[in-house]
């Protein structure tokens, strides 16, 4: 089968985070393509249509998996380093620390959310906690 129809891979304007193919067909109509759906009539009617067959074919829906699967570890990453993300976790390790008695400075809170950030492990952590506490 011929590669006939103009595929592009977009960002939905409201949720960057989710990616679709954007089909520009030989007639003239755009249609969206995502993993599982193409929102044409036929499609709707058969739960299959020559676009979404052809994103098959060309691939299209392999590339819009990988791209998605970036983008997504991506928002994931940068929403765990986001200021208000970080001030959360810094008052969480204030709270805890304070439910353990264990006497802190504030200067210790930014480098206990750090290695909270990159260590998840919590014995780890508290063994941290201890070594830079008293
Ligand atoms: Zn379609």
Redesign the pocket.
């Known amino acids: 089968m011929a590669f006939t129809e103009k595929m592009i891979i977009k960002r939905d304007q409201n949720y960057p985070s989710i990616l679709f193919i954007e089909v520009h067909s030989s007639s003239g109509n755009t249609?969206r393509i995502t993993k599982n759906s193409?929102n044409?009539k036929?499609?709707s009617f058969r739960r299959n249509?020559?676009?979404?067959q052809e994103a098959i074919n060309n691939k299209a829906l392999d590339r819009l998996a990988e791209l998605q699967e970036k983008v997504r570890s991506e928002s994931i990453s940068s929403s765990f380093t986001s200021p208000l993300i970080v001030a959360c976790r810094k008052r969480a390790i204030i709270a805890y620390l304070n439910k353990l008695r264990i006497p802190f400075q504030y200067n210790l809170i930014d480098k206990l959310e750090k290695v909270l950030t990159q260590t998840m492990n919590p014995t780890s952590f508290l063994s941290y906690v201890k070594k830079f506490s008293n």
């Open positions: 249609y193409c044409c036929g499609f249509c020559r676009h979404f």
